[in-house]
């Protein structure tokens, strides 16, 4: 069947050290992923979208790998921080308008 | 300030009482979808729009009708609410690509809390 997986455990990290979240699929032949960032009790908000054809992608602190032969997508935040803290998820697009997330990582960073 | 607004925030019905949950983007995007949001589940799809007068299921859309006869407006309707349909629900917009898919990163709604007694 097909599955997105993304770490079910929560990340606690030390401030100012990077954050590496994965995002692991089976059974897709992704067009694009996309990961966003949700705060308790509010909407998803986009961060970056990767196409197949791109094995990286930059936006300030943050950084995305997309890997089809793996069937893998790594997210990065480099020089983490406390406003970091939250849940991110991970988001295949197949094609069209069929999109299927993740269910999160929740992520903490320390002070 | 581009926005994708749902009301309620919070709602509580009983089972069997019909129910909208109203959704309204100010961004001019073709393409709108509702999500429920439950526990260790992830966001799944109930149905998606790509333009006014056309509508299509996603993956879970038993129990759930929906209408897009505005560019803006995208309702959820509950013709008859059970308790498994309590849940958090997003309304999602997006531009269309130009290859007409959804290449554009997602503008979700605050959230919609329902609960079904």
């Known amino acids: 069947s097909q599955k997105i997986e993304q770490n079910s455990e929560a990340l606690n990290i030390q401030e100012g050290k990077t954050a590496t979240l994965t995002c692991n699929y089976t059974n897709y032949s992704p067009a694009y992923l996309q990961w966003y960032r949700q705060d308790p009790g509010r909407g998803p908000v986009f961060l970056l979208l990767?196409?197949?054809?791109?094995k990286e992608k930059r936006k300030e602190r943050l950084k995305v790998t997309f890997d089809t032969t793996l069937k893998q997508s790594l997210f990065h935040i480099t020089a983490s921080q406390p406003a970091d803290s939250a849940t991110y998820l991970c988001?295949?697009?197949?094609?069209?308008?069929?999109?299927?997330f993740g269910a999160g990582t929740r992520l903490f960073v320390k002070a | 300030e581009a926005q994708v607004t749902q009301n309620p925030r919070y709602l509580i019905t009983v089972t069997g009482k019909k129910l909208t949950v109203t959704c309204s983007q100010n961004m001019n995007h073709e393409y709108m979808s509702w999500y429920r949001q439950d526990p260790g589940l992830g966001l799944r799809q109930i149905y998606y729009?790509?333009?006014?007068?056309?509508?299509d299921k996603g993956d879970v859309p038993e129990g759930y009708k929906v209408s897009r006869k505005e560019k803006r407006n995208f309702p959820l309707i509950l013709e008859s609410p059970s308790p498994n349909q309590t849940s958090l629900y997003f309304c999602?917009?997006?531009?269309?690509?130009?290859?007409?898919?959804?290449?554009?990163?997602?503008?979700f709604g605050s959230g919609t809390r329902l609960t079904v007694v």
């Open positions: 990767i196409r197949e054809n791109e």
């Open positions: 988001a295949l697009l197949t094609g069209g308008f069929k999109t299927i």
């Open positions: 729009s790509m333009n006014v007068e056309v509508t």
């Open positions: 999602a917009s997006s531009l269309v690509g130009d290859r007409g898919d959804s290449s554009y990163g997602y503008t």
